[in-house]
C-alpha cells in the first residue's frame, strides 16, 4: 500500500504539478537568449556606438560649417531684401505724395479757374452799374443842359 500511495503521489506531481518543467523552459530560453541574441544584440550596440561616433566627428563639424555658411547667406539675403523693400517704400510714398501734390495743383487749377470767373462775374456787375450811372448821370446832365438852355433863352 505504501507503493500504491507513493506512485499516486508522483502521477498525481506529475500531472498537476508544472514546477519542473517550467523550470526547464525558463533555463532553456534564458540559455538560447544570452548565447544567440545576446551576441547579436552587443554586435547592433557595438555598430550604432561607431555610427554615432564618426558622425560626431565628422558629419556633424562639416554640417556645422556648411550650416553657418548657409545662414550667413541667408542673413545676407534677409539684409538686401530689407535693404530692396524699403527703396520700393521709399518710391511708393514719393509717388503718394507725387500724386497728392498733383491733386492739390489740380484743385489750385479749379479753385483759381472759379475766381477769375467770380471775378469776371463781378466785374460785369460793376460794368453795368457803372453804365446806370452814367446814363443817369448823363441823362441829369441832358436835362439840366436843356434846363440852362431854356433859362437863358428866356432872359
Known sequence: MDKIVKDVGE??????????VINAEIRYFVREFEEKRAHRESRLLESLSK????????????D???????????????????HMADRIQQRELEAQQSSQLQENMERMKDEWADFLKEQQRWKEEVSEEHAKAVGQVSTRYSEKKKDLDKLLSDV
Open 11 to 20: 502521477i498525481q506531481s506529475r500531472l498537476l504539478d508544472h514546477r519542473p
Open 51 to 62: 555610427v554615432v561616433q564618426e558622425a560626431n566627428e565628422q558629419v556633424l563639424p562639416s
Open 64 to 82: 556645422l560649417e556648411g550650416m553657418k555658411q548657409q545662414l550667413s547667406d541667408v542673413i545676407a539675403r534677409l539684409r538686401a531684401a530689407n
